[in-house]
């Protein structure tokens, strides 16, 4: 294994002078500039957790005949249904969505150790994201490409230290929200309203106990927001009730970019951004498909479609927007976040 120029301490005294974007130090460039590396030897796919929907959702799109041709080929070929030990909701879902990745002839296993040498790819969809750094780690030694479903991590701490790690090994990660591929969304990536000159978001805001506030289910809006307005947000202000969250980010430029949670009424995902040619709703959803074939075109690449940059600013806030809230709604810069890992 190739070992890093940076000691521990010099990485994060780096980091903390970087500001925000961790990756933007010289040896975590994204992959998308590095020498291209090939990765993949099949298409092979295996799964880590089976205490989520998504896990059978992937399943089935992958292995689905009708569905597989606009895969390219991978398919689910083997799942451990480890996942989350002490989140009822998510263990609850374990004997249903093995029963239906079963379907889809995909072998069960007991641990990730007897999955990785049969598969050439990983989605690690484990629901608890206390357990992604040690299962990232498991899967980065093997040298398997891997994404990583929501929440990326349960820290902002372990989001860094997975990337890290990852590019030590040179083996490339990925995380995303399904809701950072509505059509609206990428319409205003692609230029469709000129530059964003602010935007508002809105997502469930389910809480979990063992998870920071935002994390568990609120990410989906706030990914939405930087999809939208792209990062260096600089400082977070929150609002909390019972039924609502509501966190408004200033970015260095001056514009402003809200997220609104709800815990009661409809379930929706969605938002408007506001662009110099015009607006745009964004919204509603759309599923997964989006996502699935952006996972595979990794695959296939080894570049991250999401830089790392981008995915920890995002943790940032969010852990930014738990320490507003603590404040009384008081703002606070990322910037400390950053400067508590130095």
């Not at 997975?162 to 950072?180: C, D, L, Q, Y």
């Amino acid at each position: 294994m190739e070992k890093s120029k940076y000691s521990r301490l010099e990485f994060m005294k780096n980091a903390t002078m970087a500001g925000i974007g961790i990756s933007l130090l010289p040896s975590l460039v994204s992959f998308s500039r590095r020498e291209k590396k090939t990765f993949i030897t099949g298409k092979r796919v295996g799964i880590i957790g089976l205490d989520t929907s998504h896990s059978s959702t992937f399943t089935r799109l992958l292995n689905d005949p009708e569905e597989n041709a606009d895969f390219l080929g991978y398919k689910v070929i083997a799942a451990c249904p480890r996942g989350s030990m002490d989140i009822k909701s998510s263990v609850n879902q374990i004997p249903g969505c093995t029963e239906k990745v079963k379907k889809y002839g995909v072998e069960i296993v007991n641990s990730v150790d007897e999955l990785l040498p049969k598969v050439d790819v990983v989605l690690l969809n484990t629901n608890d994201g206390r357990l992604h750094l040690e299962q990232a780690t498991q899967v980065i030694k093997a040298g398997k490409p891997v994404f990583v479903d929501k929440p990326f991590a349960a820290s902002y701490k372990d989001a860094v230290a997975i990337f890290r790690f990852a590019h030590e090994n040179k083996v490339p990660v990925f995380t995303s929200s399904s809701i950072r591929y509505l059509s609206a969304a990428q319409e205003v990536v692609a230029g469709k309203v000129g530059k964003v000159l602010g935007a508002d978001t809105f997502s469930p805001a389910i809480l979990e106990k063992t998870h920071p506030d935002l994390y568990w289910y609120a990410i989906h809006g706030v990914e939405l927001l930087f999809t939208v307005m792209g990062i260096g947000c600089v400082k977070v202000s929150r609002y909390q009730t019972n039924d609502t969250e509501y966190v408004v980010g200033i970015w260095k430029d001056g514009r402003i970019g809200a997220f609104r949670g709800t815990r009661s009424g409809e379930h929706q995902y969605g938002g408007i951004a506001f662009g110099e040619k015009g607006n745009i709703v964004l919204g509603p959803s759309e599923g997964y498909k989006a996502l699935v074939m952006t996972i595979v075109n990794f695959f296939e690449t080894g570049i991250p479609p999401v830089r790392e940059e981008e995915t920890l600013e995002i943790f940032a806030f969010m852990d930014a927007a738990d320490r507003s809230k603590k404040k009384n709604g008081k703002a606070v810069n990322l910037r400390s976040v950053v400067n508590d890992l130095a």
